[in-house]
């Protein structure tokens, strides 16, 4: 079946960096976007970033020029590197894909930005 699992994510000072991975199983992974969606406490949950199968990119704005997504499709994994991390950015981070209309989430990573 379809697995998403998320690591990487902590306690950092504002300023500092984190990278987020997400292991994917169950389907073949090359095929299709995958996507990191956040939500802090109180908030809704929102996209950060989306990665097509072809590589293409959409970033929100709040963190454009500060987070970079990859994926590897040899190791069925998507990366998330954040830089210049601010108390904003504190949430939990979650890797997210939609397979023929069902969708998929993982079980979150929290990130904490706090001095």
């Known amino acids: 079946q379809v697995r998403l699992v998320e690591s990487g994510g902590g306690l950092v000072q504002p300023g500092g960096s984190l990278r987020l991975s997400c292991a994917a199983s169950?389907?073949?992974?090359?095929?299709?976007?995958m996507n990191w969606y956040r939500q802090a406490p109180g908030k809704e949950r929102e996209l950060v970033v989306r990665i097509t199968n072809g590589g293409s990119t959409n970033y929100a704005d709040s963190v454009v020029g500060r987070f970079t997504i990859s994926r590897d499709n040899a190791e069925n994994a998507v990366l998330l590197q954040m830089n210049y991390l601010q108390p904003e950015d504190t949430a939990v981070y979650y890797c997210y894909t939609n397979i023929f209309g069902q969708r998929y989430w993982g079980q979150g990573t929290q990130v904490t930005v706090s001095s």
């Open positions: 169950g389907f073949t992974f090359s095929q299709y976007p």
